[in-house]
């Protein structure tokens, strides 16, 4: 069965460190999607993917950035990161709409 | 940029009973997507029902339906014989036909009592 998968499904790190999250998918999409997710925010958009070599910037995209070198891959990576990025991160794909976005399980990451 | 709105931070609604979660929307497009996500303590988002803005007549999902108001955009989902397995974090997204992206709003947490 196609799926998307990201790790690390749980990462502490220290502020200033630079930190990859992983997101590989199988169902073939175009489309690929960086989320946040905050208590009281819900998922806000971060960066996204049209297609190999496209990058987008979303709505809170400042410190994060992402490349997009394969269909499958979308890794996001936080420059220098800080305590105001301790988040749950999604990844997420899709065709075009009126498609679902598909969900990965969410990365978990505290920055001390 | 199209917002999503989500009045209620929580709700609550006993077992077997009828809850109404609402959702309204700004935008100024006249084709788009609109979806109902369901989020389980276990973190994995599901996709609950979804509704194009082109079509008239309101989505339903076996217990889940909605009522879509395009003029007033407003987007509500209606859980009918609420079951314990309901309880968790509901998201209404936007998605439109001319850029990829999918907008969510901040979430209702439902508890179902039993």
């Known amino acids: 069965d196609a799926e998307i998968t990201q790790s690390p499904r749980h990462k502490i790190t220290e502020t200033g460190r630079q930190v990859t999250l992983a997101c590989h998918q199988t169902?073939?999409?175009?489309?690929m999607f960086w989320y946040r997710q905050d208590l009281g925010h819900g998922l806000r958009l971060i960066h996204y993917?049209?297609?190999?070599?496209?990058?987008n910037k979303g709505e809170v995209s400042d410190g994060y950035s992402v490349s997009r070198s394969n269909t499958e891959d979308l890794p996001l990576t936080l420059e220098s990161a800080a305590s105001s990025q301790t988040s749950v991160y999604f990844c997420?794909?899709?065709?075009?709409?009126?498609?679902?976005?598909?969900f990965g399980e969410g990365s978990r990451l505290t920055v001390l | 940029a199209q917002t999503v709105t989500q009045s209620q931070p929580e709700m609550s609604v006993q077992e077997a009973e009828t809850v109404t979660l609402s959702c309204t929307y700004d935008?100024?497009?006249?084709?788009?997507?609109l979806f109902w996500y369901k989020q389980p303590p276990s973190r994995q988002m599901i996709l609950v029902i979804r509704?194009?803005?082109?079509?008239?007549q309101n989505a339903t999902e076996n217990r889940f339906s909605v009522n879509f108001q395009k003029a007033a955009k407003s987007f509500s989902l209606k859980i009918s014989d609420s079951q314990l397995g309901d309880a968790a974090m509901y998201f209404c997204?936007?998605?439109?036909?001319?850029?990829?992206?999918?907008?969510f709003g901040a979430g209702t947490r439902l508890t179902v009592k039993p």
């Open positions: 169902w073939n999409h175009n489309n």
């Open positions: 997204a936007y998605r439109s036909n001319n850029n990829n992206d999918m907008r």
């Open positions: 993917s049209y297609g190999v070599h496209d990058t």
């Open positions: 935008t100024s497009e006249s084709d788009y997507y």
């Open positions: 509704q194009e803005a082109y079509k008239q």
């Open positions: 997420a794909s899709s065709t075009g709409p009126p498609g679902e976005l598909f």
